[in-house]
Antibody, heavy 115, light 113 residues
Framework: QVQLQESGPGLVKPSGTLSLTCAVS????????WSWVRQSPGKGLEWMGE???????NYNPSLKSRVTISVDMSKNQFSLRLTSVTAADTAVYYC?????????WGQGTLVTVSS | DIVMTQSPDSLAVSLGERATITCKSS????????????LGWYQQKPGQPPKLLIH???TRESGVPDRFSGSGSGTEFTLTISSLQAEDVAVYYC?????????FGQGSKVEIK
């Protein structure tokens, strides 16, 4: 059974760069697309972007200029990088497998943007 | 972008009663080549990630109780909980995976009356 686990700093300074990693266990990352979805406090779900094991990416146009997603096949993990963050980027960040629908999801990690 | 609009934003239902949530998409999510609706429903309990309940608008994920059912096609969809249980208190989201960017409804909160 595939499981995902996010990791990374829980606090990022304004104008800084948010970096998170998602470790995939119980299955290979060499199939399906792998996405990042975030949820601002008390708000809904926003898809940020995704990556295929080949390295092909697909980003939400609303974030495209600030988001980079990469994959490390040797470690069976993929990563998110979000630049020029503001308080509006404070959210719980989830990694999730995208095989048409989104399943399974990681537990999520809260990232707060604050000085 | 396909906009997903759910109604109501919240509802309170008595235990054992029916709960119904509607989701409308701004354009059809029915893929004509295979006649499948690219629409999923997710349940999110406090402090937990979303959990897939239904895909293809009406196919229950393995392990999901049969009191949960999905229906609809094209642009209008419904999630029904036939007999609400205490453990069903959650926020429910619909999501289209027809075209990128993949988008979610704003969520519908189900509570006990």
């Amino acid at each position: 059974q595939v499981q995902l686990q996010e990791s990374g700093p829980g606090l990022v300074k304004p104008s800084g760069t948010l970096s998170l990693t998602c470790a995939v266990s119980g299955g290979s990352i060499s199939s399906n697309w792998w996405s990042w979805v975030r949820q601002s406090p008390g708000k809904g779900l926003e898809w940020m972007g995704e990556i295929y094991h080949s390295g092909s990416t697909n980003y939400n146009p609303s974030l495209k200029s600030r988001v980079t997603i990469s994959v490390d096949m040797s470690k069976n993990q993929f990563s998110l990088r979000l630049t020029s963050v503001t308080a509006a980027d404070t959210a719980v960040y989830y990694c999730v497998r995208h095989s048409n629908w989104f399943d399974p999801w990681g537990q999520g990690t809260l990232v707060t943007v604050s000085s | 972008d396909i906009v997903m609009t759910q109604s109501p934003d919240s509802l309170a239902v008595s235990l054992g009663e029916r709960a119904t949530i509607t989701c409308k998409s701004s354009q059809s999510v029915l893929y004509s080549s295979n006649n499948k609706n690219y629409l999923g429903w997710y349940q999110q309990k406090p402090g937990q990630p979303p959990k897939l309940l239904i895909h293809g608008a009406s196919t229950r994920e393995s392990g999901v109780p049969d009191r949960f059912s999905g229906s609809g096609s094209g642009t209008e969809f419904t999630l029904t909980i036939s007999s609400l249980q205490a453990e069903d208190v959650a926020v429910y989201y619909c999501q289209q995976y027809y075209s990128s960017p993949w988008t979610f409804g704003q969520g519908s909160k189900v509570e006990i009356k």
